[in-house]
């Protein structure tokens, strides 16, 4: 009974998606309507390639390649920074996390892609945990920056250089999230 509820549920959600029912921006709207930062998920979501034609779990992958696209340049600002001030060991710190969070991006992005009805809930699991404690390395940065008595320019500096990274991961995970609730993918 489940499969056949799930079967119908991804038939409708294919017309809805592909058919004319809805919106695409509709699956985008829905993708990110239990973000943090509603207005910026949908935004960043609409403006990414692919994104109009997606269904909610290539959405996923787009959300978290978006994070994954903006983490690189923090992280070579992260490591300019540190060669202009080697004796601050917290931009070390923050180099550390944001090398970790890139590798944790690239990981969760590698794994959505490999999603199947079959390993979907231990997949998507991983990758909330994994986007979950991605999402607190830019806050940990900036706290070991601000216990470190560096210049407020500095951490002010390093938190507009990471605060749209911030948001895409937190947007990235709503929309994770949003996938799980929907407990299966459509393989149509």
């Not at 978290?64 to 540190?82: D, H, T």
Request: with cysteine; hydrophobic share 40%; net charge negative.
């Amino acid at each position: 009974m489940a499969s056949s509820r799930s079967g119908l549920l991804c038939a409708i959600m294919f017309l809805a998606i592909h058919g004319g029912w809805a919106q695409t921006s509709d699956t985008i709207s829905s993708a990110c309507s239990n973000a943090l930062y509603t207005h910026f998920c949908v935004s960043s979501l609409s403006k990414a390639s692919g994104a109009l034609e997606a269904d909610l779990t290539q959405l996923s992958v787009i959300a978290v390649r978006l994070s994954s696209e903006v983490a690189k340049p923090v992280s070579r600002f992260i490591e300019k920074l540190k060669k202009r001030n080697p004796n601050v060991s917290a931009l070390e710190d923050c180099s550390d996390l944001l090398k970790d969070t890139r590798e944790q991006l690239h990981d969760s992005q590698s794994e959505l892609k490999q999603l199947s009805n079959v390993n979907f809930m231990e997949y998507v699991e991983d990758v909330l945990t994994r986007l979950s404690g991605v999402e607190t390395n830019q806050d940990t940065c900036l706290s070991g920056l601000k216990e470190s008595n560096v210049p407020a320019t500095l951490v002010s500096s390093v938190k507009d250089n990471t605060d749209n990274l911030t948001m895409l991961i937190s947007d990235a995970l709503a929309v994770v999230s949003t996938l799980r609730q929907q407990g299966h993918i459509c393989l149509l």
